[in-house]
């Protein structure tokens, strides 16, 4: 019985339409399909996407700070150098045409009114017999809010009036007891034509505040080190004299390296390929002769770009993580047998046919042919695959140069194949066949890399990189393809955090 | 080409997600898979979204297929079997009822059983409890061995081997009763 109902149960076919699925079939199978393509991404995108706008959230934090502090750099010189000159010469100090001396002025970013200018000699040598200020920080207020009011009435660019508020805010704490250090003391005597009473009110203050806080300490650094202005230089002195350091922020190795800090990096990688063939038909006749023919496709050049995303730590040890297409051209060659359209051609030889009372008809002139060739055909193939490369680095820095050693792997979420193939069938014949499909047997790859690093700026690093890279393993029918690639690239690195 | 070149071009495709040569290995393979769902199934209703439901998670999981291993019949049949023992679970639908099985009874030759086509059969399975006619199928139709049948099901395998005694009696008794064979008449049928 069993024998029975199983070959007449095997054998049995139910009479239904198959046709009845299809659409189902297809609907469900497209709804499901579209992401898994790319689901790769949607995890990848996010991440990256967090990463560099904390990256940016940062570096805009300490650039507008500085930005802020910085104006006082910029300010409008003919507007200050104006009112100086009007100062000096409400003070009888200069004849009205002579600007000279005045021009000297130039260099502090501060504008006096005529009010504060008027105690500057007798309050300095007040300061000079009490080296104190009593009731500076009220003074400092009174006389920054004239310069303001003054500033308005002369129209000074709205920059003046934004720096003027941020060092009133600076200049607003109490230090009635305070002592002014002696440089200050000593410099205001040599350049007493320089610099206001105000001017060492608020520097005194700025020294003293910039003692206190560690963040204000920070930015009137970095705008030290972009400041040749007089008054700034003077008060660089009297910090150092306060013991804060004030470093340049290209004497890299005599800061601490910032523990952690993220980077972006674009870069492009340009290679000579070589293709690793392994035959796995199991006719063997059939590769015999994809090996006799492996030489109709020769790879040739090998392109990569990227954007990667990583992470520094202690300057020293670098991770990394981005997206990378990468592109194989390979030279397809083969011999092709071509036949022309019907061409027109002029024959300077009689030609003849044959009539149809079998006449022979000689005749001279234009006729039809069709022409046939042989050809050496040569072909672009384009091998291309994407991938996310996950690098881990080590740096050795020499000054404003470093050697970058790296070893990472990649992962191949997406490849094409654009070109011709040469398929070998099991009859023994081949056939030429345009835009093969290609399967992926396993998706990772690596890299190894060393090279070298210049430091352009504070942000920017320039590298150069000499790789070798293994590509993910593709299929074909009977055949499994790995490509090895000896490359060089270059790219540029921008630190995005707050660098040194 | 021959027949596994031409699957294995279909494979490749649709593992790229190429909706023809899905469409084309579904319609290779969907009369066959037809064939073993309606022995899982009451009506062809069911089979059919049991066939639609095993093609889904064919091409779901096309990527782990390698053709070198074999050809994609077998894969699917087992995706497809594999579906519905989950839906007799799922719908607790199979019951292995116990039953005392007493002496074999004596086999009896008849040329009947050897009339029986396959729409009869199948009739005849539909009217056996779920159970049997899971293990029915598993082992005779399909080939499995109890103790694999018995990690399918979550059974021993002796209770596999029971149940498939029992549903080989049910079926000698549907067959007598409704083929109207006398007891005096052989039927050929031997249990165990």
């Avoid at chain 1, 005529?114 to 300061?127: A, G, I, L, R, Y």
């Avoid at chain 1, 990772?444 to 393993?473: D, H, M």
Wanted: net charge positive; charged share 25%; proline share 3%.
């Amino acid at each position: 019985m069993e024998k029975h109902f199983k070959n007449k149960l095997k054998q049995h076919k139910v009479d239904w339409d198959k046709e009845d699925l299809l659409v189902g079939l297809e609907a469900t199978l497209s709804k499901k399909e579209s992401p898994s393509k790319w689901k790769w991404l949607f995890f990848l995108l996010p991440l990256l996407l967090m990463v560099t706008c904390w990256g940016v959230y940062k570096n805009d934090l300490t650039e507008t700070t500085l930005g802020d502090l910085a104006t006082a750099k910029n300010i409008d010189e003919n507007t200050a150098q104006k009112e100086k000159e009007n100062a000096i010469t409400n003070m009888g100090l200069l004849p009205k045409n002579n600007t000279d001396n005045a021009n000297e002025l130039s260099g502090h970013s501060i504008t006096q009114s005529t009010e504060s200018v008027s105690k500057t000699t007798s309050d300095t040598k007040n300061h000079n017999q009490k080296k104190d200020f009593p009731e500076a920080s009220n003074y400092a207020g009174k006389s920054s809010s004239t310069n303001i009011n003054s500033d308005k009435e002369n129209k000074v660019p709205t920059n003046l009036i934004l720096n003027m508020d941020s060092i009133n805010q600076l200049a607003t704490v109490p230090r009635a007891s305070t002592a002014i250090p002696e440089t200050i003391i000593k410099n205001t005597e040599t350049r007493s034509e320089n610099l206001s009473t105000e001017s060492l009110i608020l520097k005194q203050t700025l020294v003293e505040q910039i003692s206190k806080d560690k963040t204000k300490q920070a930015i009137i650094t970095r705008l030290f080190v972009n400041s040749e202005n007089f008054l700034f230089q003077e008060l660089k002195t009297d910090i150092t004299k306060n013991g804060i350091e004030v470093e340049s922020k290209y004497k890299k190795k005599d800061s601490e390296p910032k523990k952690y800090t993220f980077y972006a990096e674009p870069s492009f990688v340009a290679g000579l390929p070589q293709r690793k063939t392994k035959y796995t038909n199991s006719d063997p006749t059939v590769n015999a002769q994809l090996e006799a023919n492996k030489n109709m496709e020769t790879p040739k050049i090998y392109s990569a770009i990227s954007l990667e995303f990583g992470l520094a730590i202690k300057e020293k040890w670098m991770i990394q993580i981005g997206v990378e297409y990468q592109g194989v051209r390979e030279l397809f060659k083969y011999d092709g047998f071509y036949r022309s359209d019907t061409t027109i051609a002029e024959y300077d030889k009689s030609s003849y046919f044959l009539d149809a009372a079998m006449d022979t008809v000689f005749f001279a002139g234009m006729r039809p042919y069709i022409e046939n060739k042989d050809r050496k055909i040569r072909h672009w193939n384009t091998f291309q695959y994407y991938s996310i490369p996950l690098n881990i680095g080590r740096r050795f820095q020499f000054n404003k140069t470093a050697i970058n050693t790296s070893v990472g792997i990649s992962y191949a979420f997406g490849h094409d194949f654009f070109g011709r193939n040469n398929i070998i069938k099991y009859d023994g014949t081949n056939q030429i066949i345009d835009n093969t499909v290609f399967d992926i047997k396993s998706r990772f790859g690596f890299q190894v890399g060393i090279g070298g690093e210049y430091q352009l700026s504070e942000r920017k690093q320039l590298f150069l990189k000499a790789s070798l890279r293994r590509s993910p393993t593709f299929i074909q029918e009977g055949y499994e393809q790995v490509y090895w690639t000896y490359s060089l690239g270059f790219g540029m690195r921008y630190f995005l955090g707050d660098h040194y | 080409m021959t027949n596994k070149d031409n699957i294995r071009i279909l494979i490749a495709a649709a593992k790229k997600g190429t909706w023809s040569a899905q469409k084309e290995l579904y319609l290779t393979y969907a009369d066959d898979m037809m064939s073993i769902a309606i022995r899982y199934t009451k009506d062809q209703s069911a089979a059919k979204d049991l066939v639609q439901d095993s093609f889904i998670k064919f091409f779901e999981k096309i990527e782990q297929f390698d053709i070198e291993k074999g050809m994609p019949g077998p894969w699917i049949s087992r995706i497809l079997i594999n579906k519905a023992l989950q839906n007799y679970k799922k719908e607790n639908r199979l019951s292995f009822e116990t039953e005392t099985i007493f002496a074999q009874e004596p086999s009896r030759e008849t040329s009947i059983i050897e009339t029986l086509e396959a729409e009869d059969i199948l009739n005849l399975l539909q009217e056996l409890p779920e159970g049997c006619r899971v293990i029915f199928n598993l082992n005779v139709v399909e080939g499995y061995k109890h103790e694999e049948i018995g990690k399918m099901l979550g059974i021993t395998a002796s209770a596999s081997r029971s149940q498939l005694t029992r549903s080989k009696k049910l079926l000698r008794k549907l067959i007598e009763k409704n083929i109207g064979i006398q007891d005096d008449r052989k039927t050929g049928l031997k249990a165990g």
